[in-house]
T-cell receptor, first 117, second 109 residues
Framework: EAGVAQSPRYKIIEKRQSVAFWCNPI?????LYWYQQILGQGPKLLIQ????????DSQLPKDRFSAERLKGVDSTLKIQPAKLEDSAVYLC???????????????FGQGTRLTVV | QKEVEQDPGPLSVPEGAIVSLNCTYS??????FMWYRQYSRKGPELLMY????GNKEDGRFTAQVDKSSKYISLFIRDSQPSDSATYLC?????????FGTGTRLKVLA
């Protein structure tokens, strides 16, 4: 079974520029997550999709971050304009379903390391 | 108070030692508990997934949950240099995973 695919692996941009990240989840996984992981911290949920609907985006800075999952499969996360504090690893994860119990375990991609200078 | 607290380490142990990694939490609604291993420049990899109180064993790894104390542990027996990584605890009560900050472990050969 192929894992969660993310691209690019690394990105360096100047502040105020825009950037987009792409994620393709594990086949058959209805739930997709975007996390932000700042160095030395645990992942923080930015947005969670169930198919192509948003379950939770309470911690997404909506003035600059946007995400979509139009066909309920792959997803893009965009930052516009970027700030220095956005430097982090952006992790995409997927699970068969969300909630409690079996089949809700999240599997992560390798992440995109963003550096804003 | 953070919902999940985890000692960031780093924790250095000799090869073959028993390692104990711990997290405490404050939300009594958490029912499912997970441990992830994260190697440098990689995404987190699911190690263990447990429900409610009790123990679960998988090879050299044992996950323990004590809901009365709001305390979870991951034990690694016969630790190997390849176990050197950051270990993240995560838990959920509804649908949202809450992660600890991670404990950096270094196993010395």
């Amino acid at each position: 079974e192929a894992g969660v695919a993310q691209s690019p692996r690394y990105k360096i941009i100047e502040k105020r520029q825009s950037v987009a990240f792409w994620c393709n989840p594990i086949s058959g996984h209805a739930t997709l997550y975007w996390y932000q992981q700042i160095l030395g911290q645990g992942p923080k949920l930015l947005i969670q999709f169930q198919n192509n609907g948003v379950v939770d985006d309470s911690q997404l800075p909506k003035d600059r971050f946007s995400a979509e999952r139009l066909k309920g499969v792959d997803s893009t996360l965009k930052i516009q304009p970027a700030k220095l504090e956005d430097s982090a690893v952006y992790l995409c994860a997927s699970s068969r379903q969300y909630g409690q119990g079996e089949n809700t375990e999240a599997f992560f991609g390798q992440g995109t390391r963003l550096t804003v200078v | 108070q953070k919902e999940v607290e985890q000692d960031p380490g780093p924790l250095s142990v000799p090869e073959g030692a028993i390692v104990s990694l711990n997290c405490t939490y404050s939300n009594s609604a958490f029912q499912y508990f997970m441990w992830y291993r994260q190697y440098s420049r990689k995404g987190p990899e699911l190690l263990m997934y447990t429900y409610s109180s009790g123990n679960k064993e998988d090879g050299r790894f044992t996950a323990q949950v004590d809901k009365s104390s709001k305390y979870i542990s991951l034990f690694i027996r016969d630790s190997q240099p390849s176990d050197s990584a950051t270990y993240l605890c995560a838990m959920t009560g509804t649908y949202k995973y809450i992660f600890g900050t991670g404990t950096r472990l270094k196993v010395l050969a």
